[in-house]
């Protein structure tokens, strides 16, 4: 899938966890849902942080081009290392170690432990993080160019500044699903295991697949790329994801997100 895609799929797959809260009796409090869905639509471009090409390389200039050619080479050599006889060869690290389940959990479960332990400012990291991430897989055509990058960077200052604001006041939920003293922004890391996920996921219906179930063997293969049968995948920046999946993130987005208000 393309970023924007990505980016539609992870806020509707939160607005449609807080739904599902909703329904079961832990109701988010609406920054919650806002933040979460923020922070999903971002953490679901950054499995593509293998990809040179990708919309992460160029959200933070220098710096994420950089880092996209250290996890390229990183992400190929644990492929190297890891790889059974069946498993294809490679010339590159696109579509591997980012786009595991354990992958997910490894970078959800540390922001959570950097929220929880860094303070305040790392919260603002973290957010700011995703909100670049986010306005740049939402916004896409209103992002294009390297011109709109301070715009898009003081956009993501401002709104985590704000955000960070609202959900340490009283009720706010930085405290919601753990509640206990010291515990507060501990879930921070769902959203972000969660749109890693739905972008591994994304991937898999496409004609590569994605090797989700990674260091789990299947067959012969502990790379096996995971996906529907062939007839049913597509070729990423098709008609088939542009004209009715992104159509359809939309309209779950919407509907997750006014049952998890109690609108519906």
Known sequence: MMGPAHSLSGAAAWLGVGAATAAAGQPMPWPVLLAGALICAGAALAPDLD???????RAFGPVSRGLCEIVDK?????Y???K???????????????HTWLWAVLIGGGSSVLAITGGRWAVLALLFVHMVLAIEGLL?????????DVLVWLLAGTSAWILAGILDKPDGGADWLFTAPGQEYLWLGLPIVLGA????IGDALTVSGCPILWPIPVGRKRWYPIGPPKVMRFRAGSWVELKVLMPVFMLLGGVGGAAALNFI
């Not at 990183?74 to 644990?78: D, G, H, I, M, P």
């Not at 996920?197 to 591994?200: N, S």
């Open 80 to 82: 190297r290392a890891t």
């Open 140 to 148: 896409w055509r209103a992002t294009r160019g390297s011109s709109s």
């Open 197 to 200: 996920l739905v972008h591994d």
């Open 84 to 98: 059974k006889p069946a498993d294809p060869r490679r010339s590159g690290g696109h579509r591997t170690l980012t």
């Open 74 to 78: 990183l992400s190929y050599a644990v």
């Open 51 to 57: 990809h040179k090409a990708a919309t992460i390389s």
